[in-house]
């Protein structure tokens, strides 16, 4: 009897041994599946989380050489004194403006118009930028925010865009023009009535 007893619980043992092996191959298995299939799921995830620049070092690059109205230039500057101090690449010169666009090493965009009048002075500003997530337009919003605010009397906002006013009577407006995976802000300089750049 004492023998039968001894087989059983041998018996037992051995089952319940080979169960937990049997189990921890299965989920090797398992694993070693998962860790083969991986190339169409991150290759999509990757590139939706693009790494972003700075925002601070964004704005910066965006407001360019200090002094002026904007980058440098002043309202009713030539288009001669525009092109001489624009760093960024040339893309587009038409008799009413001229554009200018710059790439981030993390793939942003920034596109810089200027709008002349009929004696080919600027009176107004257009700058669009393409951005890689709904969290860099907040973190760029907030630093355009805090710098127009300080340069600017803020007049009103009004949905998605926020508007501010210079001393020569000219708006300033800011607008979050992010649609479906497209992000990006828009800033307007000028006067009233120029189609190209309602404010």
């Known amino acids: 009897m004492r023998v039968r007893f001894i087989k059983q619980i041998c018996v037992t043992f051995l089952i319940a041994v080979s169960a937990i092996w049997v189990c921890s191959c299965d989920t090797t298995n398992q694993q070693a599946g ?15 989380n693009v790494p972003n620049t700075g925002q601070s070092e964004l704005l ?6 200090a002094g002026g109205d904007f980058r440098g230039v002043n309202f ?16 587009e010169d038409s008799t009413n403006h001229v554009g200018f666009t710059y790439e981030t090493e993390n793939f942003e965009a920034i596109d ?32 355009f925010e805090t710098y127009l605010s300080g340069k600017y009397v803020i007049d009103k906002k009004q949905g998605n865009a926020a508007y501010w006013k210079d001393k020569g009577g000219r708006m300033v407006k800011l607008e979050d023009v992010s649609k479906g995976k497209d992000f990006g802000l ?12 309602p404010l």
């Open 186 to 197: 828009r800033l307007s300089m000028g006067v009233k009535g120029i189609k190209e750049m």
């Open 76 to 91: 009713n500057d030539p288009i001669s004194k525009i092109k001489e101090l624009e760093t960024f690449e040339l893309f």
């Open 34 to 48: 998962e860790e083969d299939k991986p190339a169409a799921d991150t290759t999509a995830e990757s590139t939706t």
């Open 60 to 65: 910066r690059t965006v407001l360019g050489k």
């Open 112 to 143: 810089v118009l200027y709008y002349l009048d009929k004696n080919q002075l600027l009176n107004g500003i257009r700058v669009d930028v393409y951005l890689n997530d709904a969290n860099s337009v907040k973190g760029l919003w907030a630093q």
